[in-house]
């Protein structure tokens, strides 16, 4: 995918007051799916999701910048994904976070409900014990499902 598809592909979901979480490219030359996962740092509908849909389509169309046949799938990035970007973990306060933190054999995973996110850490608590966690230190961060 071009650098220019992925540019026009983010200022319309900008537009729709939305963020581009993660834009995933697959399949073969003849059945292409682009999956645009959105978020906002409100609540996310449906509505926004169709709305950012159409427009994509219709600049993907209008920009003829795409000359095979392809899918466009539009999204949340539900729970299973990834938070990456520090406005996301804001949305999830109150909610059980499963951190990673450090790679090889500095690795650690750390867990607890998310109580507050300040400028450059997130503050978790785990049985009545606080701690804080820069993000900087944070490698990959899910969001623990509630079931």
């Known amino acids: 995918m071009t650098d220019v598809l ?14 581009v979480v993660d834009l995933v490219f697959r399949g073969e030359r003849n059945s292409q799916v682009i999956e645009l ?12 999701c169709a709305e950012i849909s159409r427009d ?9 910048a795409l000359h095979n046949p392809f899918r466009l799938v539009v999204s949340s990035p ?3 994904r ?7 973990y804001r949305k999830h306060v109150g909610r059980d976070l499963i951190l990673h933190c450090g790679t090889g054999a500095m690795a650690q ?4 409900k998310l109580v507050k996110v300040q400028d450059d850490t997130v503050v978790l608590e785990t049985k009545g014990v606080q ?3 820069s ?13």
């Not at 996962?37 to 926004?48: A, I, K, R």
């Not at 990834?82 to 996301?88: N, T």
């Not at 993000?135 to 079931?147: G, H, L, R």
């Open 6 to 19: 992925k540019a026009l592909l983010v200022e319309i979901v900008e537009r729709h007051n939305a963020h």
């Open 37 to 48: 996962f959105v978020d906002s740092e409100g609540p996310l509908t449906t509505d926004q």
């Open 56 to 64: 994509s389509l219709a600049m993907i169309e209008e920009a003829k």
């Open 78 to 80: 539900g729970i299973q």
């Open 82 to 88: 990834p938070l990456k970007f520090p406005w996301q």
């Open 109 to 112: 995973t750390t867990s607890g």
């Open 131 to 133: 701690k804080s966690v």
């Open 135 to 147: 993000f900087s230190e944070i490698s990959e961060a899910t969001v623990k499902a509630p079931w």
